[in-house]
């Protein structure tokens, strides 16, 4: 028996994540997760325990530990801190270790 599909495509196999065109050092490979607001743009490599940092045009490349970054706040102001999400709380920037820049 032939069973009406009614104009359904069976479903396709998932993508690759499409991070748009690297801006990180490329020896870190691909991105976890990625990311950016205002013009801070970041990607996070858990494989490596790096977090790559774009701003002001410059990339920095920090060691995250045991932290496993999944998102970024930036508070306003003259004060302007960068602090990002991960599964063992907030994480600052300044709390991470510099490794070079990208």
Known sequence: MQRETHGVEPMKPMEP?????AWWPEELGQPSTSGGQDEVKYAFFPEARRLA????????VYDSGEHR?????????AGRSLAF??????VKVGDLREVGPG
Do not use: K, Y
């Open 85 to 90: 999400s991960s599964d063992r709380g907030e």
């Open 53 to 60: 940092i774009r701003q002001d045009g410059r990339v920095t």
């Open 17 to 21: 994540m499409d991070f748009g065109p």
């Open 69 to 77: 970054i999944s998102g970024v706040s930036q508070q306003q102001g």
